[in-house]
């Protein structure tokens, strides 16, 4: 398939898109998946598709399908797939690109920080670790993500 940059790219499936392909009563008919079946020209566009989608669905009248990009990428960064991942699934050359689509949590951060500190923690012994009192500036509890962040003030700037 021609990507947005006109080169040819492989897009990954979910087992369930795969499933319903198989199902599709066109297979071996036609050279592309999705034709009209009675003229046997192939769809160049899903907007009518997409509008009863979005109908069934009961989304707004203003969501564009290319919203459901930014959607996967969030719900993958949310499930810890790490950057470079949805990168690649989203066909993305740059970095930067994906990285404005995700926008991380402070649950899949502090997740991720737990599962670093399980693992240096196999290699290395506990080292007591002393913060000076006058260095915390503040402590919230994120109830919601059952974690807790603390602000740590550096040397020379002022407490809030």
């Known amino acids: 398939m021609a990507s947005k940059s006109k080169k040819n790219r492989a897009i990954p499936l979910t087992d369930s898109a795969i499933d319903v392909?198989?199902?599709?009563?066109?297979?071996?008919?036609?050279?592309?998946i999705f034709v009209n079946i009675k003229t046997g020209i192939p769809y160049v566009s899903i907007r009518k598709q997409w509008l009863r989608i979005q109908k069934l669905a009961n989304l707004s009248k203003h969501m564009r399908i290319h919203d459901t990009r930014h959607t996967l990428a969030q719900l993958m960064c949310a499930a810890g797939q790490s950057l470079v991942s949805i990168q690649a699934v989203l066909g993305h050359?740059?970095?930067?690109?994906?990285?404005?689509?995700?926008?991380?949590?402070?649950?899949?951060?502090?997740?991720?920080?737990?599962?670093?500190?399980?693992?240096?923690?196999?290699?290395l012994p506990a080292?007591?670790?002393?913060?000076?009192?006058a260095?915390?500036?503040?402590?919230?509890?994120?109830?919601?993500?059952?974690?807790?962040?603390?602000?740590?003030?550096?040397?020379?700037?002022?407490?809030a």
């Open 135 to 159: 260095d915390v500036v503040h402590q919230e509890t994120l109830e919601a993500a059952n974690t807790t962040s603390v602000i740590i003030q550096g040397a020379g700037s002022k407490a």
């Open 127 to 133: 080292v007591p670790l002393s913060i000076d009192e």
């Open 21 to 32: 392909l198989q199902q599709l009563d066109t297979k071996g008919q036609f050279e592309h």
């Open 93 to 123: 050359r740059h970095y930067s690109t994906t990285s404005r689509y995700a926008r991380l949590s402070m649950a899949s951060i502090q997740a991720a920080v737990n599962v670093t500190s399980l693992k240096i923690g196999v290699t």
